[in-house]
């Protein structure tokens, strides 16, 4: 089945950590999007890549990392820098070529929760 | 004023009613409209898309675009309890990265 999986589904924190959270999709995408859901704030984008090896900030990526070497997956890093990191995030793809190219995808999510 | 407008509810209905779930937006370069269902602590699941001004059926649902209103709704027919969720619009602009704008969310909730 083709698909985005995001791991783990709940993390936890402690203050001062860094977390990785994990994104792989089998659907050949080339665009992979990262985004934070806070209740009652919609969606906010984080990053986003449009080819392996490179991204781009988003609206708020002040405290978090991301890395795109290889097509297939595009890991989130929340740093000791983000000072209210307890949210639930999606991760996203899009097909860059063909009909549809302008619809996302969404993965099933991760809850962080800082301690 | 937001770029997308959307009234996070409750909108509370019985089975079987028709429901209308509205977005207004205020950006003209708007193209493509799409529509997502999220159940609670899960992703988004993409619903029904289009392009443009125009009607668009799958099943139950019906997408409605008005451009010149810039008013965008989702109807859904013989609404049942599991369609019980929260609807998303997003839109974007063509070319380029195709980054949605997503409203903020509409809580429904369809009792038996």
């Known amino acids: 089945d083709g698909g985005i999986t995001q791991s783990p589904k709940y993390l936890f924190r402690k203050e001062g950590q860094n977390v990785t959270l994990s994104c792989e999709q089998n659907?050949?995408?080339?665009?992979m999007y990262w985004y934070r859901q806070d209740p009652g704030q919609g969606l906010r984008l984080i990053y986003y890549?449009?080819?392996?090896?490179?991204?781009q900030k988003g609206d708020i990526a002040e405290g978090y990392s991301v890395s795109r070497e290889k097509k297939e997956s595009f890991p989130l890093t929340v740093t000791s820098a983000q000072k209210n990191p307890t949210a639930f995030y999606l991760c996203?793809?899009?097909?860059?070529?063909?009909?549809?190219?302008?619809?996302?995808?969404f993965g099933p999510g991760t809850r962080l929760t800082v301690l | 004023q937001k770029e997308v407008e959307q009234d996070p509810g409750p909108l509370s209905v019985p089975e079987g009613a028709i429901v209308s779930l509205n977005c207004t937006y205020s950006?003209?370069?708007?193209?493509?409209f799409m529509w997502y269902r999220q159940y609670s602590r899960k992703g988004p699941e993409l619903l029904m898309y289009?392009?443009?001004?125009g009607n668009k059926e799958d099943g139950r649902f019906t997408a409605q675009v008005d451009k010149s209103s810039k008013y965008i709704s989702l109807f859904i027919r013989d609404s049942q309890p599991s369609d019980s969720a929260t609807y998303l619009c997003?839109?974007?602009?063509?070319?380029?990265?195709?980054?949605?704008?997503f409203g903020r969310g509409t809580s429904l909730i369809v009792h038996p």
């Open positions: 996203a793809s899009r097909l860059t070529r063909g009909q549809g190219t302008y619809t996302q995808y």
């Open positions: 659907l050949n995408h080339d665009a």
């Open positions: 890549s449009q080819i392996v090896n490179d991204f």
């Open positions: 950006n003209s370069a708007f193209q493509y």
């Open positions: 289009t392009y443009s001004s």
């Open positions: 997003a839109m974007s602009g063509a070319g380029g990265s195709y980054i949605p704008t």
